[in-house]
């Protein structure tokens, strides 16, 4: 009897594929395996959905599996679930959502069984080293002291940022051997898990919270709501340590590459167990090895960013999420998911906790605690000795600035770094200044491209498009007028920088942001000097701002937050009110007591008063409050429908037929088509419509219901559409 394979495809289009499979193939295929098809003119790499023994199509349209890659399914049961569940709530095709979960290598038909590995180990006279050997070599001493714990990969040393020429050293000196070792599961952690060093006692909150959540069996999703520095890392080592030792796996999602470093540290200082690591900063072949490791049971903590969510466990044991709240979980491009809600999705299926940790956590993940659908647990004390930052205002209305700072703020910086301790100044716009204008008529040049201005990088020469990427050396005449009076308007992180050199002299300063830490390595590199001391000045964007331990920062400026008062997204309040309490939560630390200070022309604005005199949790409550009056998320379920098109005519027109599908009363609402805040992007006109529902399952069935109807509409052949489902931006 013949055997049929739906088979799900990288493509856009909402359904399965069927093929023939052969005798032989038929006999080990399942799914969750891949195979190898052909796709019109192409050979495509896909999963196999389901196995049947007939098919609707005509014998001469059904076309055989090329190859079968897989003798055993990649993915267990329960994520296999997880995706088609997924699929069908982000209105995605099933195969465009099994690409956001298999590593590229295997997307590309690389095999999944494990290879040979390269592992370093000190040889018997590295041993016998002492840190006066080789003291006057940094990177080796780090390299000597990471294989002290035991043998090392050779994609652990990258993950870790040991130097390769150090190593060569170490190696030419007789001091370092490599040995292959043949893929093997390594499993004794599970029999007996030994600690590296002794857990910190817990206080009484952090206690209260390890227990509670050990207290309850099988799924269970709770949220830590913690405020900045109060131990929540130490809670998460509690809470693995239970299931590490009963034999079970953990898996760990940052919202940042640049987390990851510290993180594992943290982990691996603690535990004698294997971690992988899993984000975009890897090789194809690192990821690969890494969701080997995690599917065999090898690797007992997996920690990684948004993706990493879809790697299978052998022993799943529980998923913690660290900075919940963050926008980086909700995947832009593609499938729009969100990893915070796949997470608590994917606990139900496997039947572990999920923790979600944040200081200032969403207002959807705070809705489910404060309605009794989550475990809700507080920390509201400073772990050890740090004490609560002292806050305050700066009205710079009137002010004379001296590149955005006040004098008030450079006297207040002076103090601290006279006393020995690190400054953090906040700006969240990366160049040298965020337009470039024409001293003499005025013109402020535009992007070719976009309703955006163009952002000056004066190291790098040029003047970018932050939006399109768009880029061209910076002028040396107004192309309105021709004339060469042609300055930078505003201020960026970069000319914060050099006016702090100047202003400074004596400090070095250190400038962290995308452009700052583009190569490979330099971000641990710059937190790496920071820790040690020898940067005293801290300028940077959102990238300072989540998560980092500064031990010796005693003050934080915020030097222009007056543009996140005012948006017309709806989540702004929420974004500054997270934004403003991460970014002070960098100052006072340890035992040295912070402060924080916000320049302002809208000191009297009752955003920040709240803010500031009753924190982020009453903030975010009261927000609650007023988005429940809006009839806005979390109250409401929303979807965004995004068009865009060389003809803004062409995406009203979409839109408004799409429009025209969906119901309208008091419980649906539709809001559109309108203009997107950044109108024209790369060329293109852009329009957006909202609809939202009071009811969650109504809003699905409707989608469900038109999406094959708009998908048959002659306007979308001259648009670019997609479906947002839950989204977090509306740029």
């Given at each position: 009897?013949e055997?049929?394979?739906?088979?799900?495809?990288p493509?856009?289009?909402r359904?399965?594929?069927?093929?023939?499979?052969t005798?032989?193939?038929?006999?080990s295929?399942?799914?969750?395996?891949r195979?190898?098809?052909?796709?019109?003119?192409?050979?495509?790499?896909?999963?196999?959905?389901?196995?049947?023994?007939?098919?609707d199509?005509?014998?001469?349209?059904i076309?055989?599996?090329t190859?079968?890659?897989?003798?055993?399914?990649?993915?267990?049961?329960?994520?296999?679930?997880?995706?088609?569940?997924?699929?069908?709530?982000?209105?995605?095709?099933?195969?465009?959502?099994?690409?956001?979960?298999?590593?590229?290598?295997?997307?590309?038909?690389?095999s999944?069984e494990?290879?040979?590995?390269?592992?370093?180990?000190?040889?018997?006279?590295?041993?016998?080293l002492?840190?006066?050997?080789?003291?006057?070599?940094?990177?080796?001493?780090?390299?000597?002291?990471?294989?002290?714990?035991?043998?090392?990969?050779?994609?652990?040393?990258?993950?870790?940022?040991?130097?390769?020429?150090?190593?060569?050293?170490?190696?030419?000196?007789g001091?370092?051997?490599?040995?292959?070792?043949?893929?093997?599961?390594?499993?004794?952690?599970?029999?007996q898990?030994?600690?590296?060093?002794?857990?910190l006692?817990?206080?009484?909150?952090?206690?209260?919270a390890?227990?509670?959540?050990?207290?309850?069996?099988?799924?269970?999703?709770?949220?830590?709501?913690?405020i900045?520095?109060?131990?929540?890392?130490?809670?998460?080592?509690?809470?693995?340590?239970?299931?590490?030792?009963?034999?079970?796996?953990?898996?760990?999602?940052?919202p940042?590459?640049?987390?990851?470093?510290?993180?594992?540290?943290?982990?691996?200082?603690?535990?004698?167990?294997?971690?992988?690591v899993?984000?975009?900063?890897l090789?194809?072949?690192?990821?690969?090895?890494?969701w080997?490791?995690a599917?065999?049971?090898?690797?007992?903590?997996i920690?990684?960013?948004?993706?990493?969510?879809?790697?299978?466990?052998?022993?799943?044991?529980?998923?913690?999420?660290d900075?919940e709240?963050?926008?980086?979980?909700?995947?832009?491009?593609?499938?729009?998911?969100?990893?915070?809600?796949?997470?608590?999705?994917?606990?139900?299926?496997?039947?572990?906790p999920?923790?979600?940790?944040?200081?200032?956590?969403?207002?959807?993940?705070?809705?489910n605690?404060?309605?009794?659908?989550?475990?809700?647990?507080?920390?509201?004390?400073?772990?050890?000795?740090?004490?609560?930052v002292?806050?305050?205002?700066?009205?710079?209305?009137?002010?004379?600035l001296?590149?955005?700072?006040?004098?008030a703020?450079?006297?207040?910086?002076?103090?601290?770094?006279?006393?020995?301790?690190?400054v953090?100044?906040?700006?969240?716009?990366?160049?040298?200044?965020?337009?470039?204008l024409?001293?003499?008529?005025?013109?402020?040049?535009?992007?070719?491209?976009?309703?955006?201005?163009?952002?000056?990088?004066?190291?790098?020469?040029?003047?970018?498009?932050?939006h399109?990427?768009?880029?061209?050396?910076?002028?040396?005449?107004c192309h309105q007028?021709g004339?060469?009076?042609?300055?930078g308007q505003?201020i960026?992180?970069?000319?914060?920088?050099?006016?702090?050199?100047h202003?400074?002299?004596?400090y070095?300063?250190?400038?962290?942001?995308?452009?700052?830490?583009?190569?490979k390595?330099s971000?641990?590199?710059?937190?790496?000097?920071?820790?040690?001391g020898?940067?005293?000045?801290?300028?940077?964007?959102?990238?300072?701002?989540?998560?980092?331990?500064?031990?010796?920062?005693?003050?934080?400026g915020?030097?222009?937050?007056?543009?996140?008062?005012?948006?017309?997204?709806?989540?702004?309040?929420?974004?500054?009110?997270?934004?403003?309490?991460?970014?002070s939560?960098?100052?006072?630390?340890?035992?040295?007591?912070?402060?924080?200070?916000?320049?302002?022309?809208?000191?009297?604005?009752?955003?920040l008063?709240e803010?500031?005199?009753?924190?982020?949790?009453?903030f975010?409550?009261?927000?609650?409050k007023?988005?429940?009056?809006?009839?806005?998320?979390?109250a409401?379920h929303?979807?965004?429908?995004?068009?865009?098109?060389?003809?803004?005519?062409?995406a009203?027109?979409?839109?408004?037929?799409?429009?025209?599908?969906?119901?309208?009363?008091?419980e649906?609402?539709?809001?559109?088509?309108?203009?997107?805040?950044?109108?024209?992007?790369?060329?293109?006109?852009?329009?957006?419509l909202m609809?939202?529902?009071?009811?969650?399952?109504?809003?699905?069935?409707e989608c469900?219901?038109?999406?094959?109807?708009?998908?048959?509409?002659?306007?979308?052949k001259?648009?670019?559409?997609?479906?947002?489902r839950?989204?977090?931006?509306l740029?």
């Open positions: 009897m055997k049929f394979a739906e088979v799900a495809l493509v856009p289009m359904r399965n594929f069927s093929y023939r499979l005798p032989a193939q038929a006999s295929a399942m799914p969750g395996c195979v190898k098809v052909p796709f019109g003119r192409q050979q495509l790499i896909g999963v196999i959905a389901i196995i049947s023994d007939q098919c199509l005509p014998a001469a349209q076309k055989n599996v190859n079968l890659l897989d003798e055993q399914p990649l993915l267990p049961p329960a994520l296999l679930l997880l995706i088609e569940r997924g699929a069908r709530y982000y209105l995605s095709s099933l195969g465009q959502m099994l690409t956001q979960a298999l590593p590229t290598a295997l997307r590309k038909g690389a999944s494990a290879k040979h590995e390269t592992y370093l180990q000190l040889t018997d006279a590295g041993a016998a002492t840190v006066v050997d080789i003291k006057r070599a940094p990177a080796q001493i780090k390299l000597w002291q990471a294989l002290q714990r035991g043998a090392i990969s050779k994609d652990t040393m990258q993950q870790l940022e040991l130097s390769p020429a150090a190593l060569k050293t170490m190696e030419q000196k001091w370092i051997s490599r040995k292959e070792v043949a893929p093997s599961q390594d499993l004794s952690w599970r029999q898990l030994t600690l590296l060093e002794q857990p006692s817990l206080n009484t909150e952090q206690a209260i390890v227990g509670a959540i050990n207290s309850r069996q099988g799924f269970y999703t709770s949220l830590i709501e913690g900045t520095g109060s131990g929540k890392t130490e809670v998460y080592l509690a809470l693995l340590e239970q299931v590490l030792a009963a034999g079970n796996q953990a898996l760990i999602l940052v940042e590459i640049g987390l990851t470093p510290q993180t594992i540290d943290r982990f691996r200082r603690r535990f004698k167990v294997n971690v992988a899993i984000h975009s900063g090789t194809d072949n690192q990821r690969l090895s890494a080997q490791q599917r065999s049971g090898e690797a007992a903590i920690i990684g960013t948004r993706s990493a969510l879809f790697t299978p466990m052998e022993y799943p044991g529980i998923i913690i999420l900075e709240h963050d926008s980086s979980f909700k995947q832009q491009e593609g499938v729009g998911y969100h990893a915070r809600d796949m997470a608590v999705m994917r606990g139900q299926l496997e039947n572990i999920v923790i979600l940790g944040s200081a200032t956590p969403s207002l959807e993940t705070l809705n605690a404060l309605n009794g659908r989550y475990g809700h647990l507080s920390l509201n004390a400073r772990a050890g000795n740090a004490k609560k002292r806050q305050g205002i700066i009205d710079i209305r009137n002010q004379p001296n590149c955005g700072m006040s004098a703020l450079i006297n207040e910086m002076r103090q601290h770094l006279d006393a020995g301790n690190q953090l100044l906040f700006l969240n716009r990366r160049g040298f200044a965020p337009a470039l024409c001293h003499e008529c005025g013109h402020l040049h535009e992007c070719d491209r976009c309703d955006a201005f163009f952002t000056v990088h004066q190291a790098l020469n040029e003047i970018c498009c932050h399109c990427g768009n880029q061209y050396p910076i002028p040396r005449q007028c004339s060469t009076l042609l300055a505003g960026g992180t970069e000319q914060l920088e050099q006016t702090l050199s202003l400074f002299p004596q070095p300063v250190v400038r962290i942001d995308r452009d700052s830490t583009r190569l390595g971000l641990e590199r710059h937190l790496t000097a920071i820790h040690r020898e940067y005293k000045i801290l300028v940077g964007t959102q990238m300072l701002a989540k998560g980092h331990h500064f031990p010796d920062v005693t003050l934080v915020l030097l222009d937050v007056d543009g996140a008062l005012f948006s017309a997204d709806f989540r702004a309040p929420e974004r500054f009110g997270q934004l403003y309490t991460q970014v939560g960098r100052a006072g630390r340890a035992t040295k007591p912070g402060t924080v200070l916000l320049q302002t022309h809208q000191h009297d604005n009752p955003l008063k803010l500031l005199h009753k924190g982020y949790g009453d975010a409550r009261n927000q609650l007023e988005r429940g009056m809006a009839l806005l998320p979390p409401w929303m979807v965004l429908v995004r068009a865009e098109a060389h003809q803004a005519e062409d009203d027109a979409l839109l408004q037929a799409i429009a025209n599908l969906l119901p309208q009363d008091k649906f609402e539709i809001i559109g088509p309108l203009p997107a805040p950044l109108d024209r992007k790369a060329g293109k006109f852009r329009r957006q609809f939202q529902a009071k009811d969650r399952q109504r809003l699905q069935r469900e219901r038109i999406l094959p109807l708009v998908t048959g509409l002659a306007e979308t001259r648009c670019r559409w997609s479906f947002d839950d989204p977090q931006d740029l």
